[in-house]
């Protein structure tokens, strides 16, 4: 995927000012077909969200312990807003702020001596990032490079499931909730239908890798070793915007 993000960089950022020197000058296309897309807007995306989940439970145990590492997919819905400004040159530059909601998880057992059965699970259900998008005009089109700052919010609980219980505090049942900053990129491209509506697909790529530890004893089995993380967030999206 990070490899996929920097060459979508690379060829928007190369390509687009060679297509906006021949676009007027293609017998097919005219520039009455330009839009202007500076200007505020609004709108909603959808889209798939990947990330590596990696935790380990009463690792002092090297027999029957579960190790997490497992890499997961799931849908994602979410808003974003921002503010673009086109040069005369047809280069635009801008803001945008997002939010995507999600429920990717993963989990691992470990059956245990004595019929008892230990479990690590991991879920990531919240990101947000704020960036600097850049792009280049040609007629409806805009292919675009974007980078900024966001967040992940990820959570983990770990249980001894002998004790039936999934209260967390009570028994050995546990939860780890926390929100990791990371350095976001992507690229995509937008199309314009008109001066208000417009459509993009884009991949955003989150530079995470973060743990939540498990203190030693914090409940039964639990060793100071013990964690549970997240590592490379990455997003597809299709979203609408509308100007105003």
């Not at 997490?68 to 530059?93: C, M, P, R, T």
């Not at 914090?218 to 964690?227: C, K």
Request: glycine share 12%; hydrophobic share 40%; net charge negative.
């Amino acid at each position: 995927m990070k490899n996929f993000l920097a060459a979508a960089l690379i060829l928007a950022a190369g390509a687009a000012p060679a297509l906006a020197r021949t676009s007027c000058a293609d017998s097919m296309s005219s520039c009455s077909d330009k839009v202007d897309f500076s200007g505020f807007y609004i709108g909603g995306h959808i889209g798939v969200v990947g990330t590596q989940f990696d935790g380990r439970f009463d690792s002092s145990d090297t027999v029957d312990s579960p190790t997490l590492s497992k890499s997961d997919e799931f849908g994602l819905i979410g808003l974003h807003a921002g503010y673009l400004h086109q040069f005369h040159s047809g280069f635009v530059v801008g803001v945008e702020i997002d939010a995507s909601f999600t429920d990717l998880s993963a989990k691992e057992t470990a059956d245990k001596i004595g019929a008892s059965q230990e479990e690590i699970v991991g879920t990531v259900d919240f990101m947000a990032s704020a960036r600097i998008r850049a792009g280049y005009a040609i007629d409806k089109f805009m292919p675009y490079a974007t980078a900024g700052v966001g967040v992940v919010s990820y959570e983990y609980s770990f249980q001894d499931q002998s004790t039936h219980t999934t209260d967390p505090g009570q028994g050995d049942y546990v939860k780890k909730s926390k929100t990791a900053l990371a350095g976001v990129v992507g690229a995509g491209v937008e199309y314009a239908f008109d001066d208000t509506t417009r459509v993009r697909l884009e991949g955003l790529y989150y530079a995470v890798e973060d743990e939540a530890g498990l203190g030693a004893k914090e409940i039964d089995d639990a060793d100071s070793g013990d964690f549970g993380g997240v590592k490379d967030v990455w997003t597809v999206r299709l979203g609408v915007s509308f100007k105003f």
